[in-house]
Protein backbone atom coordinates (compact mmCIF):
# COMPACT_ATOMS: atom_id res chain seq x y z
CA UNK A 1 0.00 0.00 0.00
CA UNK A 2 1.34 3.12 -1.15
CA UNK A 3 1.69 5.33 2.18
CA UNK A 4 1.54 9.02 0.69
CA UNK A 5 0.17 9.35 -2.93
CA UNK A 6 -0.40 12.43 -5.30
CA UNK A 7 -2.31 12.40 -8.66
CA UNK A 8 -1.30 12.96 -11.32
CA UNK A 9 2.26 12.63 -11.63
CA UNK A 10 2.82 14.59 -14.58
CA UNK A 11 0.80 17.47 -15.65
CA UNK A 12 1.53 20.28 -18.75
CA UNK A 13 -0.46 22.90 -18.94
CA UNK A 14 -1.02 26.53 -20.49
CA UNK A 15 -0.41 29.61 -18.92
CA UNK A 16 -3.46 30.83 -17.19
CA UNK A 17 -5.27 27.61 -16.96
CA UNK A 18 -6.49 26.22 -13.50
CA UNK A 19 -5.68 23.38 -12.41
CA UNK A 20 -5.59 20.79 -9.11
CA UNK A 21 -3.07 18.46 -7.73
CA UNK A 22 -4.59 15.69 -4.93
CA UNK A 23 -2.63 14.21 -2.28
CA UNK A 24 -3.97 11.32 -0.01
CA UNK A 25 -2.29 9.89 3.34
CA UNK A 26 -2.84 6.37 4.93
CA UNK A 27 -0.43 6.18 7.36
CA UNK A 28 -3.22 7.69 10.10
CA UNK A 29 -0.95 11.06 10.58
CA UNK A 30 -2.74 14.64 11.79
CA UNK A 31 -0.89 16.91 9.86
CA UNK A 32 -0.40 17.04 5.64
CA UNK A 33 2.20 19.26 3.99
CA UNK A 34 2.61 20.93 0.34
CA UNK A 35 6.35 21.73 -0.76
CA UNK A 36 7.44 22.98 -4.06
CA UNK A 37 10.88 21.59 -5.31
CA UNK A 38 12.74 24.38 -8.00
CA UNK A 39 15.03 23.43 -10.86
CA UNK A 40 17.85 23.83 -8.33
CA UNK A 41 16.30 21.01 -5.92
CA UNK A 42 15.43 23.45 -3.10
CA UNK A 43 12.57 22.09 -1.33
CA UNK A 44 10.25 25.13 0.09
CA UNK A 45 7.35 24.57 2.24
CA UNK A 46 3.71 26.05 1.15
CA UNK A 47 1.17 25.49 3.22
CA UNK A 48 0.75 23.16 6.55
CA UNK A 49 -2.94 21.48 7.64
CA UNK A 50 -3.07 19.90 11.02
CA UNK A 51 -6.55 18.00 11.24
CA UNK A 52 -8.28 19.76 8.21
CA UNK A 53 -6.76 23.56 10.11
CA UNK A 54 -4.66 25.33 8.46
CA UNK A 55 -1.42 25.95 10.55
CA UNK A 56 0.99 27.38 7.77
CA UNK A 57 0.88 29.75 5.16
CA UNK A 58 4.27 30.78 3.91
CA UNK A 59 4.38 33.47 1.61
CA UNK A 60 2.68 32.13 -1.69
CA UNK A 61 0.60 33.76 -4.37
CA UNK A 62 -2.87 34.04 -3.44
CA UNK A 63 -3.52 31.51 -6.91
CA UNK A 64 -2.46 28.78 -4.75
CA UNK A 65 -5.27 27.31 -2.56
CA UNK A 66 -5.07 24.52 -0.16
CA UNK A 67 -7.66 22.36 0.40
CA UNK A 68 -8.14 19.54 3.49
CA UNK A 69 -11.80 17.58 2.92
CA UNK A 70 -10.47 15.27 5.97
CA UNK A 71 -7.11 14.57 7.81
CA UNK A 72 -6.19 12.05 5.17
CA UNK A 73 -6.49 14.23 2.18
CA UNK A 74 -4.81 17.74 0.98
CA UNK A 75 -5.25 18.80 -2.41
CA UNK A 76 -4.07 22.35 -3.88
CA UNK A 77 -5.39 24.28 -6.73
CA UNK A 78 -3.27 26.82 -8.79
CA UNK A 79 -5.47 29.46 -10.70
CA UNK A 80 -3.95 31.29 -13.52
CA UNK A 81 -1.08 29.41 -13.87
CA UNK A 82 2.25 31.26 -14.95
CA UNK A 83 5.60 30.27 -16.41
CA UNK A 84 7.20 30.41 -12.79
CA UNK A 85 4.36 28.10 -11.34
CA UNK A 86 6.27 25.14 -13.18
CA UNK A 87 8.47 22.76 -10.76
CA UNK A 88 7.43 19.70 -8.69
CA UNK A 89 5.23 19.76 -5.97
CA UNK A 90 5.45 17.21 -3.32
CA UNK A 91 2.50 16.18 -0.62
CA UNK A 92 4.05 15.48 2.55
CA UNK A 93 2.78 13.64 5.91
CA UNK A 94 3.66 13.45 9.61
CA UNK A 95 3.08 12.62 12.91
CA UNK A 96 3.95 16.47 14.31
CA UNK A 97 5.64 16.56 17.49
CA UNK A 98 8.41 16.23 18.47
CA UNK A 99 10.05 15.58 14.98
CA UNK A 100 8.03 16.31 12.48
CA UNK A 101 9.47 13.28 10.12
CA UNK A 102 8.45 13.99 6.67
CA UNK A 103 6.49 10.76 4.63
CA UNK A 104 6.30 12.09 1.08
CA UNK A 105 4.39 11.46 -1.68
CA UNK A 106 6.07 10.79 -5.26
CA UNK A 107 5.69 14.25 -6.38
CA UNK A 108 3.88 16.05 -9.39
CA UNK A 109 5.83 17.76 -12.19
CA UNK A 110 3.89 20.66 -13.45
CA UNK A 111 4.55 22.03 -16.59
CA UNK A 112 3.40 25.38 -17.62
CA UNK A 113 3.76 26.24 -21.15
CA UNK B 1 14.09 31.68 9.00
CA UNK B 2 16.83 28.93 10.55
CA UNK B 3 19.13 28.18 7.62
CA UNK B 4 21.37 25.00 6.52
CA UNK B 5 24.37 24.74 4.35
CA UNK B 6 25.10 21.64 3.09
CA UNK B 7 28.27 20.75 1.82
CA UNK B 8 29.17 20.17 -0.84
CA UNK B 9 26.43 20.70 -3.14
CA UNK B 10 27.62 18.33 -5.86
CA UNK B 11 30.42 15.12 -5.14
CA UNK B 12 31.08 12.48 -8.07
CA UNK B 13 33.23 9.47 -6.73
CA UNK B 14 34.38 5.73 -8.29
CA UNK B 15 32.77 3.01 -6.63
CA UNK B 16 34.03 1.59 -3.32
CA UNK B 17 35.21 5.20 -2.24
CA UNK B 18 34.36 6.68 0.72
CA UNK B 19 32.78 10.11 1.39
CA UNK B 20 31.29 12.15 3.77
CA UNK B 21 29.17 15.48 3.28
CA UNK B 22 27.89 18.06 5.72
CA UNK B 23 25.06 20.39 7.43
CA UNK B 24 25.90 23.09 8.66
CA UNK B 25 23.73 25.81 11.04
CA UNK B 26 24.37 28.39 13.25
CA UNK B 27 21.01 27.58 15.06
CA UNK B 28 20.22 25.21 17.25
CA UNK B 29 17.95 22.07 16.34
CA UNK B 30 15.86 19.81 18.87
CA UNK B 31 16.57 17.23 16.48
CA UNK B 32 17.99 16.59 12.59
CA UNK B 33 16.88 14.28 9.86
CA UNK B 34 18.32 13.30 6.22
CA UNK B 35 16.98 12.21 3.44
CA UNK B 36 17.85 10.65 0.05
CA UNK B 37 15.69 11.56 -3.18
CA UNK B 38 16.11 9.60 -5.98
CA UNK B 39 15.32 11.47 -9.33
CA UNK B 40 11.79 11.49 -9.88
CA UNK B 41 10.69 10.24 -6.48
CA UNK B 42 10.08 11.75 -3.35
CA UNK B 43 12.35 12.31 -0.77
CA UNK B 44 12.92 9.09 2.00
CA UNK B 45 13.81 9.65 5.66
CA UNK B 46 16.77 7.75 6.42
CA UNK B 47 17.60 8.29 9.95
CA UNK B 48 17.21 11.18 12.65
CA UNK B 49 19.24 12.29 15.30
CA UNK B 50 18.29 13.96 18.72
CA UNK B 51 20.91 14.03 21.36
CA UNK B 52 23.95 16.06 20.43
CA UNK B 53 27.03 13.83 19.70
CA UNK B 54 24.59 10.85 18.32
CA UNK B 55 26.64 8.54 16.14
CA UNK B 56 23.47 6.31 14.24
CA UNK B 57 24.33 3.76 11.40
CA UNK B 58 22.18 2.33 8.60
CA UNK B 59 24.49 -0.13 6.92
CA UNK B 60 27.05 1.72 5.03
CA UNK B 61 26.21 5.02 6.01
CA UNK B 62 27.23 6.90 9.28
CA UNK B 63 25.44 10.12 10.71
CA UNK B 64 26.79 11.85 13.18
CA UNK B 65 25.02 14.76 15.23
CA UNK B 66 27.23 17.66 16.76
CA UNK B 67 27.46 18.61 19.83
CA UNK B 68 26.04 21.56 19.74
CA UNK B 69 22.86 20.07 17.87
CA UNK B 70 23.72 22.78 15.20
CA UNK B 71 25.38 20.23 12.31
CA UNK B 72 25.61 16.80 11.17
CA UNK B 73 27.56 14.81 9.19
CA UNK B 74 26.75 11.82 6.85
CA UNK B 75 29.62 9.41 6.10
CA UNK B 76 29.30 6.54 3.40
CA UNK B 77 32.09 3.90 3.20
CA UNK B 78 32.50 1.94 0.26
CA UNK B 79 29.71 3.59 -1.94
CA UNK B 80 27.73 1.58 -4.52
CA UNK B 81 26.14 3.16 -7.40
CA UNK B 82 22.66 2.73 -5.01
CA UNK B 83 23.81 5.41 -2.97
CA UNK B 84 23.48 8.00 -5.82
CA UNK B 85 20.82 10.87 -4.90
CA UNK B 86 20.25 14.14 -3.25
CA UNK B 87 20.68 13.98 0.24
CA UNK B 88 18.78 16.34 1.86
CA UNK B 89 19.40 17.53 6.01
CA UNK B 90 16.58 18.90 7.74
CA UNK B 91 16.69 20.62 11.20
CA UNK B 92 13.15 20.52 13.76
CA UNK B 93 12.65 23.45 15.98
CA UNK B 94 9.27 22.77 17.47
CA UNK B 95 6.83 25.02 15.08
CA UNK B 96 5.21 22.17 12.89
CA UNK B 97 7.92 22.50 10.15
CA UNK B 98 11.24 21.29 8.89
CA UNK B 99 14.22 23.59 7.57
CA UNK B 100 15.51 21.95 4.65
CA UNK B 101 19.39 22.37 3.14
CA UNK B 102 19.95 22.53 -0.25
CA UNK B 103 21.35 19.30 -0.15
CA UNK B 104 24.25 17.67 -1.41
CA UNK B 105 24.04 15.76 -5.18
CA UNK B 106 25.92 12.50 -4.58
CA UNK B 107 27.44 10.67 -8.33
CA UNK B 108 28.76 7.84 -7.35
CA UNK B 109 30.43 6.20 -11.09
CA UNK B 110 30.33 2.17 -11.04
Known amino acids: DTAVSQTPKYLVTQMGNDKSIKCEQNLGHDTMYWYKQDSKKFLKIMFSYNNKELIINETVPNRFSPKSPDKAHLNLHINSLELGDSAVYFC????????????FGPGTRLTVT | TQLLEQSPQFLSIQEGENLTVYCNSSSVFSSLQWYRQEPGEGPVLLVTVVTGGEVKKLKRLTFQFGDARKDSSLHITAAQPGDTGLYLCAGAHGNNRLAFGKGNQVVVIP
Open chain 1, 92 to 103: ASSQGPPFYEQY
